[in-house]
């Protein structure tokens, strides 16, 4: 399933919130988007003043980075917006499965669990996840496998000497992707065995209420740019592969209790459908996002202050008032509004 952050872009004169009241309409030119963290309800769990916010997996704790005293932090909360550390400013971050990876002062990587233990130093120049708390980890531009907060033996690539751009992915649970040039883009793949494996199907993924979505290409069908081309155009198959609902939406997510996020054309707007093909929720919204939690994420235009929640009739249980919005995990959100720099300031 799609997880798509509502997001619009605006080149007006922006409208600005207040820092002090995070509620109150102002006009300026001193902008800056910043990030907090809400609560079903609506309300800041974590108040908008952070630069960036990244949640572990779980959605139980988060990351928030921001400048406190003339330096930059990282400060890690947990889902009540109850500070467990204080870093220094971190360069870089990504999710790895259960685990979060981060960039340290120093310029390489390291690795905490989701309560921020650490699982693995700063001392690599990049950390991929393999399974079970195995890695891959690269140092002095070799791969090295890493567990039990050992590095362990070097894992020797069967690639030339030119080889050259050598990077490592997470492919899926328990295989690490490697890419690489050499007179063309090239990869390989690995297990946790470490054992070099052809590229793994990908599982077909699982029916959700009953549907699987799925697209055919149908030729001459889509209108632009003054004329006819091809379109991969998706619809709903049930458990025997047989379409339930027509393929005729250009773009379509899974569904996600009882809903389904598609969108006719480029012209058109989105909405959500039922099992039956029906809409549930007339396409109105620029932008949305798939139902969490008995909330989506939608946005009605590209209005600085237009994104909000709303439940499965359509009804509006967090009203439009901010930037960007993201679906709710474990009772949180994390959204972003615009404020002013020089209020917005330790």
């Not at 390291?110 to 195995?134: A, M, R, T």
């Not at 793949?189 to 699987?212: H, K, M, S, W």
């Not at 459908?273 to 969490?292: C, N, V």
């Not at 439009?320 to 959100?333: D, E």
Request: charged share 25%.
């Amino acid at each position: 399933m799609r997880e798509r952050i509502v997001i619009f872009l605006s080149t007006a004169l922006f409208l600005l919130v207040s820092c002090a009241t995070a509620e109150k309409l102002v006009i300026g030119e001193n902008a800056e988007e910043m990030y907090g963290v809400i609560n079903k309800s609506g309300d800041w769990v974590l108040q908008p003043e952070y630069y960036t916010i990244h949640p572990t997996n779980d959605w139980k704790n988060f990351i928030a980075e921001k400048e406190d005293k003339g330096d930059s932090y990282s400060f890690l909360f947990d889902s009540n917006g109850n500070l467990l550390k204080k870093e220094k400013k971190i360069l870089g971050k990504g999710t790895l499965s259960k685990y979060f990876a981060f960039r340290a002062q120093n310029g390489n990587w390291g690795c905490w669990d989701e309560d921020f233990n650490l699982v693995i130093p700063p001392e690599y120049e990049g950390i991929s996840y393999l399974s079970k708390g195995k890695f891959i980890v690269k140092k002095d531009d070799l791969f090295y496998f890493f567990s039990d907060g050992q590095i362990g033996s070097q894992l020797k690539l069967p690639i030339s000497e030119n080889a050259r751009s050598i990077t490592a992915y997470e492919h899926q649970e328990g295989v690490v992707r490697f890419t690489y040039y050499d007179s063309d883009s090239k990869e390989i793949f690995v297990n946790a065995q470490g054992e070099f494996i052809d590229r793994p199907p990908y599982p077909t993924p699982p029916l959700r209420d009953g549907l699987r979505r799925k697209s055919i290409v149908i030729k001459n069908i889509l209108r632009r740019n003054d004329g006819l081309e091809d379109a991969k155009l998706w619809g709903y198959v049930n458990e025997k592969d047989e379409f339930v609902i027509p393929p005729s939406f250009l773009f379509a997510n899974d569904f996600s209790e009882g809903l389904a996020l598609v969108k006719k054309d480029y012209s058109s707007k989105e909405g959500f459908l039922d099992t039956q093909g029906r809409w549930a929720i007339s396409p109105r919204f620029m932008f949305a996002s798939d139902f969490s939690e008995g909330l989506a994420a939608v946005a009605l235009d590209q209005d600085l202050f237009s994104s909000g929640y709303i439940d499965h009739t359509g009804k509006w249980i967090i009203k439009p008032r901010f930037y960007k919005a993201t679906s709710f995990r474990n009772g949180r959100a994390i959204v972003s509004i615009f404020l002013k720099k020089k209020e917005c300031l330790p």
